[in-house]
């Protein structure tokens, strides 16, 4: 079992900043790939960004590259998303994710509860 806690979601504005944490507790999150997930209101949850068991392999999605950067420390049993440029369409709420395959393709067996992100014009 994993439990996932995302925190570092806020306000802010176009163009700036926010880096979200997800803190995991218990066994084993080093043998876990990560990932990184996103709702908006009335719309499908989609993927963000994934990254291997050891953060040599990452994966994004097409609307984030060269924007947000997915990272881990395994010795502090956490998963970042540095998201940069923030444009209003990434206001959703953003949710990590763990899976039990350390690279792609991930199948995704734990969730946190998500941490709202919203980008004002």
């Known amino acids: 079992q994993v439990q996932l806690v995302e925190s570092g979601g806020g306000l802010v504005q176009a163009g700036g900043s926010l880096r979200l944490s997800c803190a995991a507790s218990?066994?084993?999150?080093?043998?876990?790939?990560m990932g990184w997930f996103r709702q908006a209101p009335g719309k499908e949850r989609e993927f963000v960004a994934g990254i291997s068991w050891s953060g040599g392999n990452t994966y994004y999605a097409d609307f984030v590259k060269g924007r947000f950067t997915i990272s881990r420390n395994n010795a502090k049993n956490t998963a970042y998303l540095q998201m940069n440029s923030l444009r209003p369409e990434d206001t959703a709420v953003y949710y990590c994710?763990?899976?039990?395959?350390?690279?792609?393709?991930?199948?995704?067996?734990?969730w946190g509860q998500g941490t709202q992100v919203t980008v004002s014009s």
């Open positions: 218990g066994r084993s999150f080093s043998s876990y790939g």
């Open positions: 994710a763990a899976s039990a395959e350390t690279d792609a393709p991930f199948e995704y067996d734990y």
